[in-house]
């Protein structure tokens, strides 16, 4: 479920406690935290690194070396060509922030800049720099619209850069919506749009450092030649390669695509963890995340020889990169792992072949549509069921897939106190929020699908306010479910 949490939410909850305590002190001194709030409000969009209403890449990902260069605004036919011959003639990839209206009316400049292997990414349909000031359906339609427009060309852009920086607090679900994220600036020469060019490369090189995203303008400058825009730009990068920095495409400088060709938009959960791939396995292990991961091998490690051992085919439900793919493999005849994500997927598959493991079957999709194709011995997920939306009416699915007496085994968030902080955490993060659910609605939701619970155990943190933020389920299809099945239509058993 879409649910865009931001800092700035916190802060307006924090600002109205405080108030609500004042009130009793003062009623004139309880004006002073809303009135704050309000000021934050209307100051933080002119702050382009800042993110207060919704997270923003502005800087490359942590440890990044190179910087990137992305230009805005364009295609223009007067600058935008002359643009990609010195960027060709110095091997450089660059992303283009392009306007749908000026991207339907240089089509041939759109097709040259993706021929030349760069990224295009969208900046709005009018580039209407009070965008922000508007109401919800006009940004919408802005965001919306020049994705159309750039359909055309077979791509899907991912990246979105609101027009001079400004974002807002209905910004983060109109992208998530359209299966985006913001990218903004971290270096900047002040060009206004290209209106002052007159020492942009030594106004950049100044300033410029590992990991930056550099703010560019490939459009004709009002005053003044494109030759002198040009030349500020070729002395940009000597300058860049000079200071023994590295000009990488802003997809490996951030470590997410900004762009991808044809296909439909992607849901924010297959958008977060495509730009999480690269370095998911190590996030798992080394981050705050890795109580509860090391906690699922060790539950996980326990059921291998009683669950998985010897069986026949099993589906995983949410295989990511095969954190434990792998070793099902090993015990059954074959594992069919579905992901949201192909990035994960095509990482599982590489640690398949390197390992020697060939009864691994991928298939890319959301389970809630896909087709189940059974009969399974066991079916299994680990802190995957949490983004359905129909886990019932999923485990309804499931039933006549799961052979009579297979097994149903998954870990998935509990219901608890500690849990909601990470719920709340993940949707400031992710823009979702994750779905967990107590012991006995798990129990109610399997007897309703068909399922015999075998015992439902709390994990992780239980204590005298937290019982447990990790629910290990186990259950079993009874054997005689498919004689009964046959007696009630009115076969023979």
């Avoid at 020469?189 to 303008?217: E, F, Q, T, W, Y």
């Avoid at 390197?354 to 999709?365: H, L, Q, R, Y």
Wanted: aromatic fraction near 8%; include cysteine; charged fraction near 20%.
């Amino acid at each position: 479920m879409i649910c865009p949490l931001s800092p700035a939410h916190l802060v307006a909850l924090t600002a109205f406690q405080i108030a609500t305590l004042l009130l009793f002190i003062d009623p004139i001194w309880a004006a002073l935290p809303l009135a704050l709030f309000i000021l934050l409000c209307l100051l933080t969009p002119f702050f382009p690194r800042l993110s207060f209403f919704l997270p923003i890449l502005s800087r490359g990902a942590k440890g990044a070396r190179g910087v990137a260069l992305t230009f805005d605004d364009g295609p223009d036919p007067q600058v935008t060509p002359k643009v990609l011959e010195l960027l060709g003639r110095h091997g450089i990839n660059a992303t283009f922030f392009v306007t749908g209206r000026r991207a339907e009316r240089y089509p041939e400049l759109i097709e040259a800049i993706l021929a030349a292997g760069h990224a295009v990414a969208n900046h709005s349909l009018n580039h209407d720099p009070f965008l922000m000031l508007k109401t919800t359906e006009t940004l919408r339609s802005e965001v919306a619209g020049a994705q159309q427009v750039l359909r055309r060309f077979g791509i899907q852009p991912l990246a979105f850069r609101p027009p001079v920086g400004i974002t807002n607090s209905r910004l983060w679900r109109v992208l998530l919506e359209n299966g985006m994220f913001c990218v903004n600036f971290s270096c900047r020469a002040g060009d206004m749009g290209n209106r002052r060019i007159a020492g942009l490369a030594r106004k950049i090189l100044a300033k410029v450092k590992p990991g930056d995203i550099v703010l560019l303008h490939d459009v004709a400058p009002p005053k003044g030649e494109p030759a002198q825009l040009l030349a500020e730009f070729s002395r940009l990068i000597e300058g860049i390669k000079g200071k023994d920095l590295e000009i990488v495409p802003l997809a490996r400088l951030i470590g997410r695509e900004v762009m991808q060709r044809e296909g439909a938009s992607p849901d924010p959960a297959e958008l977060f963890y495509d730009g999480l791939a690269a370095g998911y396995d190590d996030e798992q292990f080394h981050s705050n995340v890795s109580m509860s991961r090391t906690m699922e091998q060790q539950l996980f490690a326990a059921r291998v020889p009683t669950l998985f051992s010897g069986r026949g085919r099993v589906l995983e439900i949410g295989a990511g990169t095969g954190i434990f793919t792998l070793e099902i493999a090993r015990n059954c005849s074959e594992v069919v792992a579905v992901d949201i994500s192909a990035k994960m997927l095509q990482l599982l598959e590489h640690k398949a072949k390197a390992e020697g493991i060939n009864n691994v079957s991928i298939v890319k999709g959301n389970v809630e549509e896909l087709p189940l194709s059974g009969p399974y011995s066991v079916v299994c997920a680990f802190s995957a069921l949490e983004y359905l939306k129909d886990l019932p009416g999923l485990l309804k699915q499931l039933s006549p897939e799961v052979e009579p007496g297979g097994t149903i085994y998954f870990i998935t968030a509990r219901t608890s106190l500690f849990r909601l902080f990470t719920q709340i955490g993940n949707a400031m993060r992710q823009g979702m929020w994750l779905q967990s659910r107590s012991r006995g609605r798990m129990e109610r939701m399997l007897r309703e699908a068909g399922f015999e619970p075998v015992s439902i155990t709390p994990h992780l943190l239980k204590c005298v306010i937290n019982g447990g933020m990790l629910l290990e389920v186990v259950a079993r299809k009874p054997e005689s479910t498919a004689a009964q099945v046959t007696a009630a239509a009115g076969g023979t058993p």
